[in-house]
């Protein structure tokens, strides 16, 4: 037979009450200012690692080995989805133009575009799943709806401009 507790069972209220932590600002200005300074360089160094790809040094968002192969798969790959955002902006100044022809090829653009970036961005989803699947039998540290959800997110950025770059070559086997 069970031993009984010897308490009775805590409200709710009561064990959420337990849970808060008060919020502990810093007292005064010059702590304030140092508080945001070094937070500012914290985030300077995060930054600063990002762009030179010292893994060592990542912040969270992008640290770890499941991080890495999603990066690889992605880049790896020869996406159309980052031409969303010029087309768009085409698309946009086509629709300025005030003829019906001009107005009615912005539209198609538009529709056509938006096609093309959801397609590719779920094709390199499935790669990033697969590739995860496949690698890491076991399971990953982080839910794959999330890493899928990383990687959708960088095969929209231009290629130039992600952070931490590329290491691997388009059409490069990962």
């Known amino acids: 037979m ?3 507790k010897g ?3 805590p409200k709710r209220s009561e064990v959420l009450a337990s849970k808060k932590k008060p919020l502990v600002a810093p007292k005064g200005r010059e702590a304030q200012r140092a508080q945001r300074r070094s937070d500012a360089s ?3 160094a995060a ?3 990002l762009k030179a790809g010292d893994e060592r040094n990542y912040p969270p968002v992008a640290a770890g080995p499941e991080r890495a192969l999603v ?3 992605v880049d790896s790959r020869r ?3 980052w031409l969303a955002i010029p087309g768009y902006f085409v698309g946009l ?6 003829t019906p022809a001009t107005r009615g090829a912005a539209s198609v653009l538009f529709l056509l575009l938006v096609g093309v970036f959801v397609g590719d961005t779920f094709l390199a989803r499935r790669d990033v799943r697969r590739a995860l699947e496949s690698r890491f039998p076991d ?3 982080e839910p794959l709806k999330r890493l899928g959800r990383y990687g959708m997110v960088r095969n929209t950025q231009f290629r130039r401009s992600r952070l931490p770059p590329p290491r691997v070559s388009r059409g490069d086997a990962v």
């Open 93 to 98: 100044v086509l629709s300025f133009v005030p």
């Open 79 to 81: 996406s159309f989805a």
């Open 7 to 9: 308490r009775p069972t």
């Open 47 to 49: 930054r600063a690692a």
């Open 2 to 4: 069970a031993e009984k």
């Open 139 to 141: 399971g990953t540290k």
């Open 71 to 73: 990066r690889d798969v």
């Open 42 to 44: 914290v985030r300077a």
